[in-house]
C-alpha cells in the first residue's frame, strides 16, 4: 500500500474542497480507510472512516452532516469531501489505511499506512 493524498488549498469559509487519496498497491479494496488531520500545535485527531466494500462510514461529531467520506475500489481511491468548511477545520489531512477490525477505526496506532498529508486551510 503506497498512499497519495491530494486535494488541499485554500478555501474562504463556507466552501468546498475534496481531498482523494489514490493506493498504487493492488490491495486498496481490503483496506478499511480513514482520514486523520493535524492542526497546528494539536494532535492528529480521527475524522471519518469507510469499510472495505464502503458499506458502513463514522464520523467525528464536528464535521457530521458537512463531511462525506467515500471510496472506488476500481480506481484504488478514497476521498473526503468537505462542505460548509470552517477555519477550525484548518489542517494538514491524512489518509490512512488498515486491516484492523472496525471498532477500532478511530484509532490512530492501528493505522499502518499513511499517506503524505495535504494542507487545507480555510480563511475567516
Known amino acids: 500500500v503506497q498512499l497519495q493524498a491530494s486535494g488541499g488549498g485554500l478555501v474562504q469559509t463556507g466552501g468546498s474542497l475534496k481531498l482523494s487519496c489514490a493506493d498504487s498497491g493492488r490491495t486498496f479494496s481490503t483496506y478499511k480507510m480513514s482520514w486523520f488531520r493535524q492542526a497546528p500545535g494539536k494532535e492528529r485527531e480521527f475524522v471519518a472512516a469507510?469499510?472495505?466494500?464502503?458499506?458502513?462510514?463514522d464520523y467525528t461529531d464536528s464535521v457530521k452532516g458537512r463531511f462525506t467520506i467515500s471510496r472506488d475500489n476500481a480506481k484504488n481511491t478514497a476521498y473526503l469531501k468537505m462542505n460548509n468548511l470552517k477555519p477550525e477545520d484548518t489542517a494538514v489531512y491524512y489518509c490512512?489505511?488498515?486491516?484492523?477490525?472496525?471498532?477500532?477505526?478511530?484509532?490512530?496506532?492501528?493505522?499502518?499506512?499513511w499517506g503524505q498529508g495535504t494542507l487545507v486551510t480555510v480563511s475567516s
Open positions: 469507510i469499510t472495505s466494500n464502503g458499506g458502513a462510514t
Open positions: 490512512a489505511a488498515t486491516l484492523a477490525i472496525w471498532g477500532s477505526r478511530r484509532q490512530r496506532s492501528m493505522y499502518k499506512y
